[in-house]
Structures are given as C-alpha cells and as structure tokens.
C-alpha cells in the first residue's frame, strides 16, 4: 500500500489554514507535527466522557479512564515492539523521558569519575541533564565527534569506549542534520563492553519505526507531539531489569507502595516512574496518534518521505548559493541549508511572509552550529502530509528570496 496524499491531508483541519491570505505549507514539523482530527477528537472525548483522575478512584469514570490510559500504553508498547506494557512510561516529552534517565540512572549507576558518553549531534536536551549529572556526580561527559558530512566518526566512537563508561546516549536521526545514524553499530559496540545505550528516537519513531526488541537498546526515549500526537506527551523506554534498578526520581502520588515517616516504599513498574496524576487526555490522544501512524504503515510513510527528501534535495541544489549542511549517507526527512551569506533568520522571515513555514536557528543544537562555524540554518522538515507541490512552491520562494539578495 502507498501513502494516498489526499486522504492524508483531509485528516489535519490545520493545513486549511491561510497565511498573510496564502495557503500554509509547512515544513516545520521535526519541531511539532500537525494532528489528524482523530486526535483532536480523541481529546475532546476524554474530557466528554470519561474525564476522571485515574488507578485510584472506585467509581464508573475513574475505571474507564483507567482502561484508556492503560490501552494508549499498550498501543505504545506494540508500535515499539516493547515485551511489557510495564515498560513503557510516560512523561510530558522526550526532555523529561531524559531528564528521567539522567535523574534516575545517573542517581543509580554513575559515580565520581565514571563516563556518559553523547555525540556531537545531539539536541541540548540530551547533553545538558548529562551535565547536570556530571556536575553532581563528579563525572565525566564524552562526546563522538561527527563528520563534515554529518556522520558520527564510529573509530573514535569505539576508542571512547571503556570501563569507566557507564551509558551511552545518542539520538537515532539528527533533527538538524537529518542524519540517520547507524544505531545498530552504536548499540551493539557498547554491549560489547556490557555498556547500556539510550536511543533518542524523537526524530526516527515518526520516519522509521522502532523495535526496541530487535535493536536491543536498553533505554529509549521519544515525544508524542512529533508523532502526530498532543504535546505534553511522551515516552521512556527501558529494558524490565533495568528499571527495576533505577530509583524513582520525582517523588508523589501514584509512584508510592506505602508511605510513613520511617520508611517509603515505592510502587511497581512504570508507576514507579510516574509520580503526580499524569497527562490522562494527551495519553490517550497520544494512543489514537499511535492508531493513525500505523493504520498509514511506518514503512510506506518512510518510503513516501525518503521519495520527498530525494525529491527536495535535488531541487533545492539547483538554488544559486545552495549550501546543505548535512550530506550524511543515511538521512530522514530534515534538510538543513544556508544561501550564500543570507541570515537564516531573513530567508524564514521571507519565507513566512509567502505562507511557509520552515524553522531558522541552532535547532537546539549549538553544537553542530559550532562545529560548521556557523550561527544557524534553515530547516525544512517533512511529514506524511508534505507533498512534492509544496516543495516546488519552496524552491521557488527560496529562488525569489535567493534573487532578492543578490
Ligand atoms: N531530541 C531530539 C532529537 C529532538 O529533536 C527534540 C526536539 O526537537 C528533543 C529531543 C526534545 O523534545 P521535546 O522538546 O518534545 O521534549
């Protein structure tokens, strides 16, 4: 089955949107993807029918909340192959899933002189908890340099990596770079050195897929807003012995077994993890994302956006000035690129005042902007609703824009 634009694009009320009096066209979507009215409707029918504080109530409302904040975690857990719903907790974004790990693992497992190691690439929500940690503990933050193309340098990946490592944790797909990394490599380099890895899958569960069974990684972490999801929603990952070991990190209602003041224990898995009442609604909402994206297929959405990619790296190259930042060998659904010398920010402010939507800026990856020595890119990124004619009216503006400045 292939992707069928139209019926796609009826789904998201939103792209009928006009802008300054032009239809939207949105490439904006590694920062939040639109969502398909069954969503939107989901949310809407919590808080119709079924809104009520869950796990703990006697009452009709509070058991049917229940069981639907319990489905959503079983629809997570089959959409990543995890082997027990229990495995699965969830968090208000990929941030807090990692702030979680950060808190928890880190509480656990690091020591004074032990090493976290990261790459270049990664969002500053995956090198700052790891900091903050670092400074606490007294430990030391390794990182794995990429190359010019955007490419993690797998030698030196591997020379990092030794007793004195205690995780890895490396995003799956760049969101700045579109760079697919080979997280098979990454994963199974580390268990090789008995290493646990955390994949950040924020950018590569709504592209690729994910089989946390299959790819064996021991943590893994993602946001449900980029999923056509609710935002305030997400997911931590992690492998059932694992997460027994980790102490709770945020105390509160729900995580507890018992409480007094002489001793607390704390609940099972994930209610462990999952302290204070929870996003009931975006849980659900998150679920009925889940329904959309796999009804679609992960692999026909990859194959009609890798065909959307091709098709606008092509294109955009044929822009005077042109310069795509990113030329990795594996790569999904992000094009960052600069113009000549044009400030980003000018060519985006452009760009929206034609009705398009790109992003412009360090993408939370000041890093990367670094190491290119530069202040920050233009980024379009692509979803299942994205479409070859809106390429075209990108291309074109940008060939305008690109006109205008010289
Ligand atoms: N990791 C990656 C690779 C991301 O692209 C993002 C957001 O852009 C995050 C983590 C953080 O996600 P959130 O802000 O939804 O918590």
């Known amino acids: 089955m292939s992707i069928n634009i139209e019926e796609v694009r009826k789904q998201f009320p939103i792209l009928e949107t006009q802008v300054y009096n032009k239809p939207l066209v949105y490439f904006d979507s590694a920062a939040t993807t639109h969502k398909p009215q069954r969503v939107i409707d989901k949310i809407d029918e919590v808080y119709k029918t079924l809104n009520s504080n869950i796990h703990r109530g006697v009452h009709y409302l509070s058991n049917q909340a229940t069981l639907a904040y319990e489905e959503a975690r079983n629809k997570v857990q089959g959409f990543i192959n995890a082997e027990h719903s229990h495995q699965v907790i969830f968090t208000s974004g990929a ?70 490592t205690k995780i890895v944790a490396v995003t799956h797909v760049s969101n700045a770079l579109g760079t697919v990394n080979p997280i098979q490599d990454v994963i199974d380099l580390a268990h090789e050195k008995n290493i646990p890895v955390m994949v950040d899958a924020s950018q590569s569960v709504q592209h690729i897929g994910i089989d946390v069974q299959k790819m064996d990684c021991d943590l893994l972490v993602f946001s449900g807003h980029k999923i056509y999801g609710p935002t305030g929603t997400g997911v931590c990952y992690g492998k059932e012995d694992l997460l027994n070991q980790m102490v709770p990190w945020q105390g509160g209602g729900e995580m507890i077994h018992k409480v007094s003041f002489t001793e607390t224990t704390y609940n099972e ?74 400030h980003p920010f000018d060519i985006g402010t452009l760009l929206d005042r034609m009705g398009i939507a790109v992003r412009t800026g360090h993408h939370c990856a000041q ?23 809106e390429i075209d009216q990108l291309v074109a503006a940008l060939t305008k824009v690109a006109v205008m400045f010289a």
């Open 95 to 164: 941030t807090a899933a990692i702030n979680l790990v950060a808190n928890s693992f880190g509480e656990t497992f690091i020591n004074e002189g032990d090493e976290i190691v990261v790459s270049t690439m990664e969002h500053h929500s995956n090198i700052v908890p790891w900091q903050l940690l670092c400074q606490r503990k007294k430990a030391v933050l390794k990182v794995i340099p990429i190359n010019q193309d955007g490419d993690l340098e797998m030698e030196a990946y591997k020379s990092l990596l030794s007793d004195k």
């Open 367 to 389: 890093p990367i902007m670094d190491l290119y020595e530069i202040p920050g890119t233009l980024r379009a990124s692509i979803a299942v609703y994205n479409t070859k004619e």
């Open 269 to 342: 898995l994930p209610f462990k993890f999952e302290a204070g009442t929870p996003n009931i609604a975006g849980a659900i909402g998150l679920g009925e994302a889940i329904d959309f994206v796999s009804e679609l297929g992960v692999d026909n959405i990859a194959a009609y956006e890798d065909e959307l990619l091709q098709y606008a790296t092509n294109k955009l190259m044929s822009i005077e000035g042109m310069r795509i930042i990113g030329t990795a060998k594996k790569k999904s659904s992000v094009i960052s690129f600069l113009i000549n010398d044009i």
